[in-house]
C-alpha cells in the first residue's frame, strides 16, 4: 500500500514527464508561469472588453461570454509567450502556443 508521501511523489514524476520538467523546481517555474498567464488573460480581457466599449451591446450573459473567451484564449497566447520569455522559458512554452496555433490553423 502507498504512502501518502510516496503517492504525492508519484504524482510528481507523472507530472514532471507530462510536461518535460527538468526537476521540480522547474515544474514549479512551469506551473507559476500558466498561473500569472492565466490571471493575467482575464484581467486583460476585461479591460479590452472595457476599451471597445461593448458592454451596451450585451444584452444577455450568452452574448458576452461568445466574446469574452476568444478574447481570453488569443490574449493567453501572447501573455504565455511574453510571461516565459521573463522566466527565461520562451522556448520551452512556444511548443505550447505552436500546438494551439496548429489546431486553430486546421479549423480555419
Do not use: C
Request: hydrophobic share 55%; proline share 1%.
Amino acid at each position: 500500500m502507498m504512502t501518502d508521501f510516496n503517492y504525492l511523489i508519484d504524482i510528481t514524476e507523472r507530472l514532471k514527464l507530462l510536461f518535460r520538467a527538468r526537476s521540480t523546481y522547474h515544474l514549479f517555474i512551469i506551473f507559476l508561469i500558466f498561473s500569472i498567464s492565466g490571471g493575467a488573460s482575464l484581467w486583460v480581457s476585461d479591460h479590452i472588453l472595457n476599451f471597445l466599449g461593448l458592454e451596451s451591446f450585451f444584452s444577455s450573459a450568452f452574448i458576452y461570454w461568445i466574446l469574452k473567451i476568444p478574447i481570453i484564449i488569443l490574449s493567453y497566447q501572447f501573455i504565455l509567450l511574453a510571461v516565459s520569455a521573463v522566466f527565461g522559458e520562451f522556448k520551452h512554452f512556444s511548443r505550447y502556443s505552436l500546438k494551439l496555433f496548429s489546431i486553430f490553423k486546421k479549423m480555419f
